[in-house]
């Protein structure tokens, strides 16, 4: 019996559009080798030139028309015309917040044939899941600004933690930390100096701890994360913070993994009541948009996270062996990864591979 999933792919902007295209094409090549699961794809052309055409980035009812799919598979969105306040509060957040996507899933991993700039750091030295709440805390969009324009012009940004919020991307990570081989957890506040919201983090974590007491599980302040990623990375497994901390935690993940053109990630709805949605990390990167040269492999990877989300396992280690067969060679580094390869050889070399027998 053939499996039937209804994705929504957002291509967005810049390389968004590149890297999706190319994505679309290795999941057919997939589900062709497989033939357990069909993907009946509907692209939505929201994003940047939407904006400049008609002042939104997707239709009023935008979300809910997402509400219907399985996933979600998104490319980039930003414009180097476009304020980034005003593209990211018009279509990505407003999507993850809407749908309560509140667990951002960023795996980091240093793959085959990939050099961390770490020295003396190597495949897996450094195996990684970063989990960011994505729901409220600094990213909440609560705050405003007055007199503007005065000396005395005044702006808040708010971070809000809740209860709610906090426990249920507390309970999220110490799963996820116990379904790893290692059973490892670090929570990162930054609550020395951050008196209120991140001690009721360090509260919470003790309280959701309890229930898994297969885990080990440690403190970090977000300032003495970064030495222990840059100068101790085996010690670490399984990661939570902050939406801010983390989004910066990951970049330095990425880079530290060897490039922000590989790194995926995964915006969860973990109870099923809406669709998760699934993008690579790098962004529009208008400089090298259109030129064809964009490292497709992020959007690959997260093309798999998207099918291990929907069930389909073997379909998605099936994609990551491919990918680790193209990255482990040389000739198919794109230039991000010091390499010539376009994003079509990366492509047409990853469906060759997935055409091949098993
Ligand atoms: C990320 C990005 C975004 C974020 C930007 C584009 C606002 O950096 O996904 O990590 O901070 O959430
Ligand atoms: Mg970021």
């Given at each position: 019996m053939t499996r039937n999933y209804r994705i929504a792919a957002i291509p967005g902007d810049g390389i968004g559009v590149e890297v999706i295209d190319a994505s679309l094409e290795v999941l057919t090549a997939l589900s062709q080798r497989t033939n357990t699961f069909h993907l009946d794809v509907t692209r939505f052309d929201w994003g940047s030139d939407r904006y400049r055409r008609t002042g939104t980035f997707m239709p009023d009812d935008g979300v809910d028309q997402l509400r219907a799919f399985d996933a979600i598979l998104f490319g980039a969105v930003g414009a180097p015309d476009v304020p980034d306040h005003v593209s990211l509060w018009g279509l990505r957040l407003a999507i993850c917040q809407r749908l309560d996507q509140f667990a951002n899933v960023r795996p980091t991993r240093i793959l085959p044939g990939i050099k961390s700039p770490l020295s003396g750091v190597a495949k897996g030295d450094l195996d990684w899941v970063i989990v960011r709440e994505n729901s409220e805390g600094e990213y909440s969009g609560q705050g405003g600004r007055s007199h503007r324009g005065q000396p005395h012009e005044v702006a808040t940004e708010v971070s809000i933690f809740t209860r709610t919020g906090v426990t249920r991307i507390m309970r999220f990570a110490f799963e996820l930390a116990s379904s790893r081989p290692r059973k490892k957890l670090t929570v990162v506040t930054k609550?020395?100096?951050?008196?209120?919201g991140l001690v009721l983090w360090d509260e919470i974590a003790a309280e959701v701890a309890q229930e898994f007491p297969d885990v080990t599980w440690d403190k970090m302040l977000v300032d003495a994360m970064t030495v222990r990623m840059v100068l101790h990375p085996k010690s670490l497994d399984t990661v939570v913070a902050t939406n801010l901390h983390a989004d910066i935690l990951s970049d330095l993940a990425a880079a530290l993994a060897g490039s922000i053109g590989i790194a995926p990630t995964a915006n969860l709805n973990p109870t099923g009541a809406a669709p998760s949605m699934f993008e690579p990390i790098h962004g529009s990167a208008f400089d090298i948009a259109g030129k064809g040269i964009a490292n497709p492999i992020a959007a690959f990877w997260t093309s798999a996270m998207m099918l291990d989300h929907l069930g389909e396992r073997d379909a998605a280690e099936a994609l990551m062996h491919a990918i680790m067969r193209a990255t482990d060679d040389p000739t198919l580094h794109t230039p991000d990864l010091g390499g010539m390869a376009t994003t079509h050889q990366v492509t047409s070399a990853i469906c060759a591979m997935l055409a091949e027998p098993t």
């Open positions: 609550s020395n100096a951050q008196r209120h």
